[in-house]
């Protein structure tokens, strides 16, 4: 029985990438498991794709789309900063996948094009996370600061063992944005 089109077309590699790099990392990102794993041929991954680096380039791609261009494009129609936030935090909690976004960091530590593509999207996610907190204060420090934490504490949720639960997290990020709307409020009472 032939695979559907639907499954082997460009779409298809770049899903089973994605089951890949989260069973087996980028190590088992290779030209053979992708065959093996969509069973097809050679020719037919060469059809879509220029070669190993193409791949990994257009998979590279489609994850900084989808984790960080689509989620700012959307929460930026958002205009208060509670908004934006709650967007934020509802669109990051349907697309994240802790075990990609680990595997891909630990991909970048090794490949180029991998680290460059990360610096990138931290740069992105950095810089909205920024524009977000600006909304609360015009403290340069603060805005800083609080983008930071907000951040780290976001990566840092998917590299902890065991796994912080989604109700944990919510909790926990909750907790966060109340101290960042607590400070701001303190120092708005002093000026």
Known sequence: MKPSPKKTGKQGW???GFKILK???AAGLTIENLTRAMNRTKGAFYHHFRNRQDYSSQL??????????????ISKQKKTFDEINQTLVDLSEKAMDPEI?????????????AREFQER????????????????TDAT???DLFAMIRYCF???????IPAMDETTYKDRLSALTRMFTLYT???NTKL
Not at 60 to 73: C, F, G, K, P, S
Not at 121 to 136: N, V
């Open 141 to 143: 420090d603060a805005v």
């Open 60 to 73: 590279l791609e489609l994850w900084e789309d989808r984790q960080a261009n689509e989620i700012i494009r």
């Open 121 to 136: 999207i931290d740069s992105h996610r950095m810089a909205f996370l920024k524009e977000m907190f600006a909304l609360i």
């Open 23 to 25: 069973t087996h990392g």
């Open 14 to 16: 770049l899903a089973q």
């Open 185 to 187: 409020q303190a120092e």
């Open 154 to 160: 976001y990566i840092g949720s998917h590299q902890i």
């Open 101 to 113: 976004e680990v595997a891909i960091r630990a991909w970048a530590l090794r490949d180029p094009l």
